[in-house]
């Protein structure tokens, strides 16, 4: 494995490290506390190129690989996870899947706003009943000859109110189970679809998640992606490398706890010394220190077999599995290490710890991704 960056990949973790210190942290613990979405910060993240980032220029994204994407991601999630997780859901669930798998008048239509951040996407996979067993949809597009008719519900879906292209799964012939699930690109204007109740989060809290309601939803049948049936398998395909994206986050929140940590644990004296230098400190940050380096690398192993074009699967679940734990410990560490300090908003460990706890859930499930690594070995 090449561990060295070239020189457009270290121009663009610089550029996304600028950005999240001088745009992305102001505001960020308001932002957290009072439920904010960051649409100004996400306006800018499109402009500067972070919501399109792998998508060809072509189609008006940046043409980066994925080591540039998880480079920045980590960067982003240093400082503001909300924002993170918007910036992963659009490059990963909805550009990547509509670009390999969409026809070209989907890609014109609808890529090119979404890669270049002037609409946001959403995934809508997860049911009231059907989350780690997505094969279970409940959703039903019934097949009517030029168009699908669209009936169920979404729930926690990112970005939920603030994307304008949704990209939403349903089954179309039940007895076919998950051979019968279809993928569609449905708009928010269209008639019969109801954004519903805005949860309320333990974490990533800038972010809004929705459920969502399709009451006879008429979606033309040119807005199905890939063939009759395709949908479950364009599912898994994006999660595959969207758990890329997520373990990346991971990454980036378990960087920012360590590195303020660290700089805390410099300043802070108790017992007539900084703290870094008892012993029960310096070995917290050597442990932290290690997860993350661990981390990082399962990361990048997962994303330069992906722009090798080798199989990632079970590379992209370790790194998540890793990962997502990874900036647990941390996390509560990090609080630990700022004592009564980590406890209140204003020294962001405690936000990090919170945000860092949904990177074992979503995008599968830190128990799915053993399924995922298991199944890989015993093939
Ligand atoms: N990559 C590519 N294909 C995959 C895959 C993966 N990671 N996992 C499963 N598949 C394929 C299988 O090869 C199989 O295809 P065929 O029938 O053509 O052979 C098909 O999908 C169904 O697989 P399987 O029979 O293993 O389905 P299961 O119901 O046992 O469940 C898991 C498979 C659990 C792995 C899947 O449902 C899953 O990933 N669940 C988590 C979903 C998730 O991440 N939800 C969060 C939503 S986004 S916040």
Not at 99 to 117: D, H, I, N, T
Not at 130 to 150: C, F, H, M, W
Not at 170 to 177: L, N, P, S
Request: proline share 2%; glycine share 10%.
């Amino acid at each position: 494995m090449n561990l060295t960056f070239t020189e457009e990949q270290l121009a663009v973790k610089e550029a996304a490290k600028e950005f999240a210190e001088t745009e992305l942290l102001p505001g960020v613990i308001e932002r957290d506390e009072k439920e904010i979405f960051p649409a100004e910060q996400v306006r800018k993240m499109g402009e500067m190129g972070f919501m399109g980032m792998m998508v060809s220029p072509e189609y008006g994204g940046g043409g980066m690989d994925t080591i540039s994407y998880v480079l920045a991601m980590t960067e982003i999630c240093k400082v503001d996870a909300s924002c993170g997780v918007v910036m992963s859901v659009n490059n990963s669930l909805v550009c990547w899947g509509l670009e390999k798998y969409g026809s070209e008048e989907q890609r014109q239509k609808y890529l090119a706003p979404l890669a270049k951040g002037e609409v946001i996407g959403a995934f809508c996979l997860s049911e009231p009943e059907a989350g780690s067993d997505a094969t279970s949809q409940r959703t039903t597009a019934e097949d009517k000859g030029d168009y699908y008719l669209i009936n169920g519900t979404k729930n926690w879906i990112t970005n939920g109110n603030s994307a304008g292209t949704y990209i939403v799964y349903a089954q179309t012939d039940k007895e076919k189970r998950h051979h019968g699930i279809n993928a569609f690109i449905v708009t928010r204007d269209m008639p019969g679809f109801v954004i519903g109740k805005k949860e309320k989060k333990l974490g990533i809290r800038g972010s809004d998640t929705h459920s969502l309601m399709f009451t006879d939803v008429k979606v033309p049948k040119e807005n199905r992606i890939g063939e009759d049936g395709f949908g479950f398998k364009l599912a898994m395909g994006v999660l595959n490398g969207g758990r890329i994206g997520i373990a990346a986050q991971a990454l980036g929140i378990a960087t920012g706890a360590f590195e303020r940590s660290l700089k805390y644990s410099k300043e802070r004296k108790a017992f007539g010394v900084e703290i870094s230098k008892h012993q029960a400190i310096a070995f917290k940050l050597a442990d932290m220190a290690t997860n993350i380096e661990a981390s990082r690398l399962l990361i990048l192993n997962a994303a330069r077999l992906k722009d090798a074009k080798k199989d990632y699967t079970k590379a992209s679940a370790m790194a998540k599995l890793f990962a997502s734990q990874t900036a647990m410990d941390v996390t509560i560490e990090a609080i630990q290490i700022h004592g009564g300090y980590g406890y209140v908003k204003e020294y962001h460990v405690e936000r990090m710890m919170r945000d860092a706890k949904i990177t074992q859930i979503y995008e599968g499930t830190s128990e799915i991704q053993k399924i995922v690594i298991s199944r890989d070995l015993l093939k």
